[in-house]
T-cell receptor, first 117, second 111 residues
Framework: GAVVSQHPSRVICKSGTSVKIECRSL??????MFWYRQFPKQSLMLMAT?????????EQGVEKDKFLINHASLTLSTLTVTSAHPEDSSFYIC?????????????FGAGTRLSVL | DAKTTQPPSMDCAEGRAANLPCNHS???????VYWYRQIHSQGPQYIIH???NNETNEMASLIITEDRKSSTLILPHATLRDTAVYYC????????????FGGGTRLMVKP
């Protein structure tokens, strides 16, 4: 199957710092990537939809100035958590849908566990 | 997207078949049934999907009832590595749309 690489897998940072998470589709192109957040014992919640070459679309309640998303190419999207606070500690997961596949199958990265001290 | 209902948890003995049910009584004619699973601390993994016919691949089988109001994911010979949360998602097969995850079923495969 298609591979989505997410980096880093784990990050620990101090409160007030910014953290960048990369999501790469390794063997396919994706015009759209998705960013999810998952708190302990909860399901995945969509944060934003990242569109190549245009602004991301954020879900209600997600601060676009705090969670900066850049989708500069068909294989790379980045999520930057700016001025991170302990309540931002969570599991962040990206996904991408290959443009060459007709069916709506999304492939997910392994996730990034963010811990803000 | 149609709402789905899954049992919160299930147990299965290693080597036996695991049958995971999903109710989607409000499914529309153009909505597919997708199954993903999430092993602890990993991203979700696509398993299988179908519209109305039963489907089988190297991972699992998907049985969809004739009225399409429910389906069952079958793992024919469950292993300990199949322990995960299994999500049943019903959606139109549109390009680019996100997936909406419900609570899923936590499958525990026991030795």
């Amino acid at each position: 199957g298609a591979v989505v690489s997410q980096h880093p897998s784990r990050v620990i940072c101090k409160s007030g710092t910014s953290v960048k998470i990369e999501c790469r589709s390794l063997d396919f192109q994706a015009t759209t990537m998705f960013w999810y957040r998952q708190f302990p014992k909860q399901s995945l919640m969509l944060m934003a939809t990242s569109n190549e070459g245009s602004k991301a679309t954020y879900e209600q309640g997600v601060e676009k100035d705090k969670f900066l998303i850049n989708h500069a190419s068909l294989t790379l999207s980045t999520l930057t958590v700016t001025s991170a606070h302990p309540e931002d500690s969570s599991f962040y997961i990206c996904s991408a849908r290959p443009v060459s596949i007709a069916k709506n199958i999304q492939y997910f990265g392994a996730g990034t566990r963010l811990s803000v001290l | 997207d149609a709402k789905t209902t899954q049992p919160p948890s299930m147990d299965c003995a290693e080597g036996r078949a695991a049958n995971l049910p999903c109710n989607h009584s409000t499914i529309s004619g153009n909505e597919y049934v997708y199954w993903y699973r999430q092993i602890h601390s990993q991203g979700p993994q696509y398993i299988i999907h179908g519209l109305k016919n039963n489907e089988t691949n190297e991972m699992a089988s998907l049985i969809i009832t004739e009225d399409r109001k429910s389906s069952t994911l079958i793992l024919p010979h469950a292993t300990l590595r199949d322990t995960a949360v299994y999500y049943c998602i019903v959606r139109v097969d549109n390009a680019g749309n996100m997936l909406t995850f419900g609570g899923g079923t936590r499958l525990m495969v026991k030795p």
